[in-house]
């Protein structure tokens, strides 16, 4: 199975789908919860600066310049987390104290947006400042600057966001690819499915589809496929079991009467005997009847060819051809067989003798004087991942089968109407065909030759 | 011919032995694999028709039974099941020709002459065959009919070769299919009829005495006129 398939699958959409809104939900819900505890911070600490301003204003105010000065100095002793930093500077702009030499390049902080500008480092222009600080008057021209360092804050805000972002992205990568394992396990499933299903259709009806061991919605598709096919085999089998009893019990009687009348024929003279003569010939026309019906049952009843013998395809059909070729040179039908190289399949080979015998006495039966018949052996290329095979094709240029007439004319008695009445037969030549074909693991098709019919056989 | 018939079906067993009789053959029916062998042990039979379903031991068995006591009867099979796969297991098991119910009394009877005649004749080493002033040379593969040279196609030399070789009496289509062609299958048409009268043209066009005759029902016969 191809990725695109599974990426491609309504399974997968519907994960991927789920996961980008869920992920997008998680993240407006993060994202709101993240503004609002660094709006908090950055306000917090806005509030400790203008704090700190007015401590100073109160210090200068009871012990002047001096006390300012130590209380600067004693604070430089605290842990660096709260530690801020302070410029005192006199009327002229003349340094008095603090750690901070000269201005530092800062935003005066005031509440308001500012806080939210703040709080938003890493969306839009960044605020390119180091300090957050703001001028206090203390009196005689004296002045003084509190800051402290935003820009720690603000490298922690981002880190937080950066860590926000990528786990989004981790759990909507992990989110697909966990989605694309699903997808493709349930698209494995289907499609086990349906190669059972078309495994089941084409050769063997007996078959049922093997049950998934875990509920789902796949196991219960099976067993409702499986309960189809239980009654449409049950029908088969009801139609086949009724034609089959009718000939098995006809089969008795009728060979004791065909019998009889042939006795009864040693004691009459002509012309009676002449009429019993074509009695005794349809007695025996439907005792082979029944026995081709019979036949096909049994081909199909039973199990597969298992074992066999190796059957050298060439020789076997250089053998079909040679017994025909007569019949075709006498109504001067160009008769050719084309079978290039070495083929080699496992089989009975009475048995796909039959086959091609029963298609070449349809394709001569049906082609008109002068017409062609043609029969080509190829090998043919495995598909859908089955062996390499044989393909054998008998194309004749007779009147063909009408399309809408193909499938019906394996149906055990159904003839096209127009064969009739003008060629001899029971309707039961193709049904064995295709039971041999079928009993030999092959399949086979019918199709336009324009115009004719051809008779498409695979064998493995 | 002197023929055991062990059949368990007291109906067809009874038309097979009076056809058998009628065609001028000694016929002694028993009904079941036990008095077969039981019977087929105290006398001598030129041939032996065995069913293979019947009651109390089927014919299978009885054939071995037979084979292992040394007994070489040629045998013929007769069976209701038209399996391919039965027709092999009879002939590996000792039989030494088969055939499927329902048949005709005239394939029957062509099948038993064979059987006997090639008992008779057990090992056939001759290099030429000939039939009125029909010979064929088996090792040069020349066929000469009143000294004249006669060109034939493989198949038909092996279908004249078959019906020289058992000149004078009745082979039925199926038989010429089984041994000339190698195939056991139910031809749709008579294509035999076809390779027959080709033939046919080859040896008798421009002779007097035709050779090669159709016999109504059954199949050819290969030898001067008889009168039937």
Redesign the interface.
Same mark, same amino acid.
């Given at each position: 199975m191809q990725a695109r398939d599974v990426l491609s699958s309504l399974t997968f959409r519907y994960i991927a789908q789920y996961v980008l809104a869920l992920g997008a939900a998680v993240f407006a819900l993060v994202g709101a919860f993240y503004l609002y505890l660094s709006y908090n911070a950055v306000s917090e600490l806005g509030a400790s600066v203008l704090e700190e301003g007015e401590t100073l204003q109160i210090i200068y105010r009871g012990q002047d310049m001096a006390g300012v000065v130590q209380y600067i100095d004693d604070q430089a002793a605290r842990p660096a987390s709260h530690r801020f930093f302070y410029l005192v500077t006199d009327a002229d702009g003349e340094k008095i104290a603090g750690n901070l030499t000269e201005r530092p390049n800062y935003r005066e902080f005031d509440e308001g947006s500012f806080g939210l500008e703040l709080a938003l480092p890493s969306l839009g222009k960044p605020v390119d400042v180091d300090f957050l600080a703001r001028p206090v008057e203390l009196g005689n021209g004296n002045s003084a600057i509190v800051a402290t360092d935003y820009a720690e804050l603000a490298g922690s805000i981002e880190l937080v966001f950066q860590a926000l972002v990528r786990m989004m992205a981790i759990t909507v990568i992990l989110g697909m690819v966990a989605g694309f394992f699903v997808a493709w396990r349930a698209l494995n499933q289907v499609e086990r499915l349906n190669r059972d299903i078309s495994l089941i259709i084409r050769s063997d009806p007996s078959r049922r589809l093997s049950l998934d061991p875990d509920e789902g919605f796949i196991r219960t598709l099976a067993i409702a496929v499986n309960q189809i096919l239980e009654q449409m085999e049950s029908l088969m089998q009801g139609v086949r079991r009724v034609s089959d009893n009718i000939a098995h019990d006809l089969?008795t009687p009728?060979?004791?009467m065909?019998?009889?009348l042939?006795?009864l024929r040693?004691r009459v003279a002509e012309p009676e005997r002449g009429q019993l003569?074509g009695i005794?010939e349809e007695c025996?026309e439907l005792?082979?009847s029944f026995?081709?019906l019979?036949?096909i049952s049994?081909l199909e009843a039973g199990s597969r060819l298992a074992g066999g013998t190796r059957v050298d395809l060439n020789a076997l059909l250089n053998?079909v051809f /040679?017994?025909?070729e007569?019949?075709a040179l /006498?109504r001067n039908i160009d008769f050719e067989l084309d079978a290039p190289g070495q083929h080699v399949c496992t089989g /009975?080979?009475?048995?796909l003798?039959?086959v091609f015998?029963?298609l070449l006495?349809n394709a001569l039966?049906y082609t008109p004087d002068g017409g062609e018949v043609t029969v080509r052996l190829r090998p043919s290329p495995g598909a859908d991942g089955e062996e390499e095979g044989h393909s054998i094709v008998v194309a004749d240029s007779g009147v063909g089968i009408p399309a809408k007439e193909r499938k019906n004319v394996f149906r055990r008695f159904y003839r096209v109407e127009s064969s009739r009445t003008e060629q001899?037969?029971n309707g039961l030549?193709l049904s064995l065909v295709q039971a041999i074909v079928h009993y030999h693991h092959g399949t086979i098709e019918l199709g336009s030759n324009n115009p004719g019919l051809q008779v498409r056989i695979r064998l493995p | 011919m002197n023929i055991l018939l062990v059949e368990d079906d007291r109906? +067809?067993g009874e038309?097979i032995v009076?056809?058998l009789k009628?065609a001028g053959h000694d016929c002694v029916h028993e009904m079941d694999g036990a008095a077969g062998l039981e019977r087929a042990t105290d006398e001598a039979f030129d041939v032996m028709v065995i069913d293979r379903m019947m009651p109390r031991m089927d014919g299978i068995t009885l054939l071995n039974a037979l084979r292992e006591s040394g007994d070489r009867t040629p045998v013929l099979v007769l069976s209701a099941?038209?399996?391919?796969d039965d027709r092999v297991q009879g002939l590996h098991r000792g039989a030494d020709d088969y055939l +499927?119910?329902?048949f005709?009394?005239a394939e029957l009877l062509a099948r038993l002459e064979v059987l006997h005649r090639r008992a008779g004749a057990s090992s056939d080493t001759r290099t030429t065959l000939s039939v009125a002033d029909l010979s064929m040379d088996l090792l040069h593969q020349e066929v000469r009919r009143g000294g004249t040279d006669i060109t034939l196609q493989p $198949?038909e030399y092996k279908l004249l070769e078959y019906l020289m070789r058992h000149a004078g009496q009745v082979v039925t289509r199926t038989m010429l299919l089984e041994h000339v062609?190698?195939?056991?299958?139910?031809?749709?048409?008579n +294509?035999i009829d +076809?390779?027959v009268s $080709?033939l046919r043209q080859k040896i008798d066009r421009d002779f007097d005495e035709p050779l090669l005759a159709t016999v $109504?029902?059954a199949g050819y016969r290969l030898g001067p006129v008889v009168e039937d």
């Open positions: 089969r009728l060979t004791r065909r019998n009889d042939s006795q040693a003569d005794i025996d005792l082979s026995n081709a019979l036949r049994a053998d /040679e017994l025909y007569p019949l /006498e /009975e080979a009475d048995l003798f039959q015998a029963n006495d039966k001899p037969g030549g | 109906q +067809v038309f009076s056809e009628a099941l038209g399996d391919v +499927v119910k329902p005709s009394m $198949r062609w190698g195939y056991h299958f139910d031809p749709q048409t +294509v +076809v390779h $080709r $109504r029902g």
